[in-house]
């Protein structure tokens, strides 16, 4: 009898304020795979995309790892999903609409392609961002003028 070779996934993100959005791309992906292993990016590289994360790597990680759907979480340091998809033996990359159909990605698509690895696209789930959510928390702790 043929032994089935499990079906490895990877997804990565930042994960910060972590939200309903994060949690149905997980569910919906460890859905199409027996293991999913999730990159969580480190402060550092979170920084140089321009940007702050308002909960720090250690935190976002565990918090990740918690997800019933996430059978393993580990730091992603770069932007290179195929080397860490190659090196995790993932045949399916997950990744949001966001990105389906740019020049990037199509170049992406055949560099995965060649390696035998699936690229899948989940639409994002409407009005929810960390961005927005960070937005709104910016809005809410903006001082308002002192009543005389």
């Known amino acids: 009898m043929e032994e089935k070779k499990l079906v490895i996934g990877y997804t990565a993100g930042v ?3 972590f939200h309903i959005g994060h949690l149905n791309l997980l569910k919906n992906a460890k859905g ?3 293991k999913l292993i999730v990159g969580v990016t480190v402060d550092e590289l979170v920084t140089y995309k321009g940007k702050h994360a308002m909960i720090p790597f250690e ?3 565990e918090i990740v790892r918690s997800c019933k759907y996430v059978d393993a979480a580990v730091p992603q340091y770069d932007m290179d999903k195929l080397t860490m998809c190659k090196k995790l033996g993932a045949t399916l990359l997950f990744v949001g609409d966001d990105w389906y159909g740019t020049e ?3 170049q992406y698509e055949k560099e995965f392609n060649d390696a035998g690895i699936r690229i ?6 409407k009005g929810v961002s960390s961005t927005k959510i960070n937005a709104a928390l910016e809005k809410l702790q903006t001082p308002h003028k002192e009543e005389k």
């Open 120 to 125: 899948i696209y989940f639409p994002y789930t």
């Open 59 to 61: 935190d976002r990680i």
């Open 104 to 106: 990037k990605w199509k």
């Open 32 to 34: 199409m795979c027996d």
């Open 15 to 17: 994960y910060d304020l």
